[in-house]
């Protein structure tokens, strides 16, 4: 066997991987963070559950972090009494970045994750399976319910080799893009394997598994070996530690090979982390600002060598140089250790150890910005400017470009490679609830401030739908376009708020439009073309058009985290059974679903009626999905 046929045999509680196309998985460990988690917790009180069943479930705070207004605040509060109550750890606010720590303080070998942000996979690091959901799929697996994945298909990259100096694992990850793009990986889980594992520490692995999920495949995962042990002890949870090898004749679905000793310094230009080109040839290209950190490049080892880069040195004047760390721990060692003082002569911005820049919550560039950054998305507009030109680099890369104020390639002088530490300095202190973790405090009352609104429930799906395409709009549609997040952010919690701002950056009169459709009785569809909702487990962009009265989308594909969003909340996720009639549909069409319901309820194919002639559509849906779209997503099948 191979390691995810290891770690998924273990967790197995439905289906069977020789025939069936859904598995239901044990859940072990939940994360969530504050801009998925108040949704995920609201969700889960509604299930009156009265504790978590996992073994360890951890809440967040690392997102929204700013707090300009109330908002913010008031969803701490509620989150960190909903954790009180539930048996939850609450990792507070300023602690770090909930990826980060999750690997630093709880992931563990063998185990599943289940996580309400697209980069859970970030454990596949550690050897966890760890997969990225919506809320409400974490709420359940809480609950203790099974969690359902497509049966994988599983691709080994082997890596041979070594990483040449000014190389590392943010070019493996963005050389391995460069092969499979962003798009066709649904239900693929990337294993890597070979004699090159062994060079690479456990943070590096996380960058690798953590940026896997721009290939929108389930996860990534790496062996759980000698190296893991290493981290694992030198964290003082050497007891966590297991083994888990793939054996000697395990096979895969699918084999790539990465030789570590070729690979170049990569960078994913605007506007898709797919977008891959070398840095060699976009050298002395000029740079506006450089941002280092995000859950992908945040360890100590990342800002440890960028350091190691600046020491000494001072970054160009007309460069703007942010730096935020991933946990208390890695900004402890850096302090020990000097960088950080290193890092302040060479002036650097030091940043909150948060999402921040990563997620537009601010380091907004300036118009027509050329930003280099080591997070993993680059979708336009992300950065909160329109016109900024995003590139995704590795930390040598982004540091060696600091000095000059252009693109420059960090092979030219690459520093030392940053040891693996012996030790972490540990204080756990800004995680509460510890000692109550999967019992919980009888008692606690929940905090409700005004920012929390409850949860809207779907109806049952109707047997016809008179409707209107709402929105038609192309390829690779990000749920930062669906759900902007940013200055948006804040709303989270606040479903009637939050919905005004749908489709915002395509078409701000969407709301509105689909406000009026609703109250004439009239059901709202989203057509698209290929890889719909990429890039965020944001349920939101499913649950706000679900408030907005969109039924179904009709697109050419529609990515895996979105689908299962989208069923969750009872709009049906059509395709077409020929690609070519996207082009039949106009915005603003009159059109009828006829026998929807029976669709859904048989065997899922639809045809429709527009004015340049009938559409055929199709949703290929397991027994279970069905049942979840009938009742009007997962909240109202549960009673
Ligand atoms: C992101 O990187 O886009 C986010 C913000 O972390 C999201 C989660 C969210 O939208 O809250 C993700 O990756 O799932
Ligand atoms: Fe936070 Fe960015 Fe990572 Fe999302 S990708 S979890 S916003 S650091």
Same mark, same amino acid.
């Given at each position: 066997?191979?390691?995810?046929?290891?770690?998924?045999?273990?967790?197995?509680?439905?289906?069977?991987?020789?025939?069936?196309?859904?598995?239901?998985?044990?859940?072990?460990?939940?994360?969530?963070?504050?801009?998925?988690?108040?949704?995920?917790?609201?969700?889960?009180?509604?299930?009156?559950?009265?504790?978590?069943?996992?073994?360890?479930?951890?809440?967040?705070?690392?997102?929204?972090?700013?707090?300009?207004?109330?908002?913010?605040?008031?969803?701490?509060?509620?989150?960190?009494?909903?954790?009180?109550?539930? %048996?939850?750890?609450?990792?507070?606010?300023?602690?770090?970045?909930?990826?980060?720590?999750?690997?630093?303080?709880?992931?563990?070998?063998?185990?599943?994750?289940?996580?309400?942000?697209?980069?859970?996979?970030?454990?596949?690091?550690?050897?966890?399976?760890?997969?990225?959901?919506?809320?409400?799929?974490?709420?359940?697996?809480?609950?203790?319910?099974?969690?359902?994945?497509?049966?994988?298909?599983?691709?080994? &990259?082997?890596?041979?080799?070594?990483?040449?100096?000014?190389?590392?694992?943010?070019?493996?990850?963005?050389?391995?893009?460069?092969?499979?793009?962003?798009?066709?990986?649904?239900?693929?889980?990337?294993?890597?394997?070979?004699? %090159?594992?062994?060079?690479?520490?456990?943070?590096?692995?996380?960058?690798?598994?953590?940026?896997?999920?721009?290939?929108?495949?389930?996860?990534?995962?790496?062996?759980?070996?000698?190296?893991?042990?290493?981290?694992?002890?030198?964290?003082?949870?050497?007891?966590?530690?297991?083994?888990?090898?793939?054996?000697?004749?395990?096979?895969?679905?699918?084999?790539?090979?990465?030789?570590? *000793?070729?690979?170049?310094?990569?960078?994913?230009?605007?506007?898709?982390? %797919?977008?891959?080109?070398?840095?060699?040839?976009?050298?002395?290209?000029?740079?506006?600002?450089?941002?280092?950190?995000?859950?992908?490049?945040?360890?100590?080892?990342?800002?440890?060598?960028?350091?190691?880069?600046?020491?000494?040195?001072?970054?160009?004047?007309?460069?703007?140089?942010? &730096?935020? +760390?991933?946990?208390?721990?890695?900004?402890?060692?850096?302090?020990?250790?000097?960088?950080?003082?290193?890092?302040?002569?060479?002036?650097?911005?030091?940043?909150?150890?948060? +999402?921040?820049?990563? &997620?537009?919550?601010?380091?907004?560039?300036?118009?027509?910005?050329?930003?280099?950054?080591?997070?993993?998305?680059?979708?336009?507009?992300?950065?909160?400017?329109?016109?900024?030109?995003?590139?995704?680099?590795?930390?040598?890369?982004?540091?060696?470009?600091?000095?000059?104020?252009?693109?420059?390639?960090?092979?030219?002088?690459?520093?030392?490679?940053?040891?693996?530490?012996?030790?972490?300095?540990?204080?756990?202190?800004?995680?509460?609830?510890?000692?109550?973790?999967?019992? %919980?405090?009888?008692?606690?009352?929940?905090?409700?401030?005004?920012?929390?609104?409850?949860?809207?429930?779907?109806?049952?799906?109707?047997?016809?739908?008179?409707?209107?395409?709402?929105?038609?709009?192309?390829?690779?549609?990000?749920?930062?376009?669906?759900?902007?997040?940013?200055?948006?952010?804040?709303?989270?919690?606040?479903?009637?708020?939050?919905?005004?701002?749908?489709?915002?950056?395509?078409?701000?009169?969407?709301?509105?439009?689909?406000?009026?459709?609703?109250?004439?009785?009239?059901?709202?569809?989203?057509?698209?073309?290929?890889?719909?909702?990429?890039?965020?487990?944001?349920?939101?962009?499913?649950?706000?058009?679900?408030?907005?009265?969109?039924?179904?989308?009709?697109?050419?594909?529609?990515?895996?985290?979105?689908?299962?969003?989208?069923?969750?909340?009872?709009?049906?996720?059509?395709?077409?059974?020929?690609?070519?009639?996207?082009?039949?549909?106009?915005?603003?069409?009159?059109?009828?679903?006829?026998?929807?319901?029976?669709?859904?309820?048989?065997?899922?194919?639809?045809?429709?009626?527009?004015?340049? *002639?009938?559409?055929?559509?199709?949703?290929?849906?397991?027994?279970?999905?069905?049942?979840?779209?009938? +009742?009007?997503?997962?909240?109202?099948?549960?009673?």
């Amino acid at each position: 066997m191979n390691v995810v046929e290891k770690i998924l045999k273990a967790h197995l509680v439905e289906g069977n991987p020789e025939k069936d196309p859904e598995l239901g998985i044990h859940i072990d460990q939940t994360l969530t963070q504050d801009a998925t988690g108040t949704m995920a917790y609201l969700q889960f009180e509604s299930m009156g559950v009265p504790r978590v069943k996992t073994d360890v479930s951890v809440s967040y705070v690392d997102h929204n972090t700013v707090q300009i207004g109330f908002e913010n605040a008031d969803d701490h509060d509620f989150l960190q009494s909903v954790a009180k109550k539930y %048996g939850i750890v609450y990792s507070k606010c300023g602690n770090g970045i909930c990826h980060q720590l999750h690997l630093e303080r709880f992931g563990k070998p063998g185990t599943t994750l289940l996580g309400s942000d697209s980069h859970t996979p970030t454990g596949g690091g550690i050897g966890q399976i760890a997969i990225g959901a919506g809320g409400i799929d974490i709420a359940v697996a809480m609950a203790g319910g099974a969690f359902h994945i497509p049966t994988p298909k599983v691709r080994a &990259i082997v890596l041979k080799g070594r990483l040449r100096k000014g190389v590392s694992a943010k070019d493996v990850i963005l050389a391995v893009l460069a092969k499979y793009g962003t798009k066709g990986n649904v239900g693929w889980i990337f294993e890597y394997t070979g004699p %090159g594992v062994a060079t690479l520490d456990v943070p590096s692995r996380a960058t690798i598994t953590n940026m896997g999920a721009e290939l929108g495949v389930t996860t990534s995962v790496f062996p759980s070996d000698g190296v893991t042990r290493q981290f694992l002890e030198a964290q003082g949870r050497g007891g966590d530690f297991v083994e888990i090898l793939p054996d000697a004749d395990a096979t895969y679905d699918d084999t790539f090979t990465v030789d570590l *000793g070729k690979v170049e310094p990569l960078m994913a230009a605007p506007h898709s982390p %797919g977008n891959i080109v070398t840095v060699a040839s976009m050298k002395g290209t000029r740079v506006n600002q450089i941002m280092i950190g995000s859950c992908t490049n945040s360890s100590y080892r990342d800002i440890r060598t960028v350091a190691l880069y600046l020491e000494g040195r001072h970054v160009a004047d007309d460069v703007e140089v942010g &730096i935020a +760390c991933g946990s208390r721990q890695v900004i402890n060692m850096l302090a020990k250790d000097g960088s950080l003082a290193i890092l302040h002569a060479a002036g650097c911005r030091m940043l909150e150890n948060a +999402c921040g820049f990563c &997620i537009g919550a601010h380091m907004s560039p300036r118009t027509g910005a050329i930003s280099l950054r080591t997070n993993n998305r680059n979708f336009e507009g992300r950065s909160g400017t329109k016109s900024a030109q995003v590139y995704l680099v590795s930390p040598e890369t982004a540091a060696a470009s600091a000095l000059t104020g252009f693109v420059e390639l960090p092979t030219d002088n690459p520093v030392a490679d940053v040891p693996a530490p012996e030790k972490f300095p540990v204080d756990d202190s800004m995680f509460l609830y510890r000692d109550t973790a999967g019992k %919980g405090v009888e008692g606690t009352e929940i905090v409700r401030g005004p920012n929390i609104a409850p949860v809207p429930k779907g109806v049952p799906l109707a047997a016809d739908l008179p409707a209107v395409v709402a929105i038609k709009v192309g390829d690779k549609i990000t749920t930062d376009h669906i759900m902007p997040a940013g200055a948006r952010l804040k709303f989270r919690s606040n479903i009637p708020q939050y919905a005004k701002f749908v489709f915002e950056p395509c078409d701000p009169g969407f709301h509105d439009n689909c406000m009026a459709n609703k109250e004439k009785g009239l059901a709202n569809v989203i057509v698209a073309g290929e890889s719909y909702g990429q890039g965020s487990s944001r349920e939101h962009a499913a649950l706000c058009p679900m408030y907005l009265g969109v039924k179904a989308v009709f697109a050419k594909s529609i990515e895996r985290i979105h689908r299962a969003n989208l069923i969750n909340f009872g709009i049906v996720p059509f395709t077409f059974e020929n690609p070519d009639d996207y082009g039949k549909f106009e915005q603003g069409d009159a059109i009828e679903l006829k026998g929807v319901r029976a669709a859904v309820e048989g065997d899922g194919r639809l045809v429709v009626s527009t004015k340049s *002639g009938d559409v055929a559509l199709k949703t290929s849906l397991s027994a279970r999905e069905r049942h979840v779209l009938l +009742c009007g997503g997962l909240l109202a099948s549960l009673g």
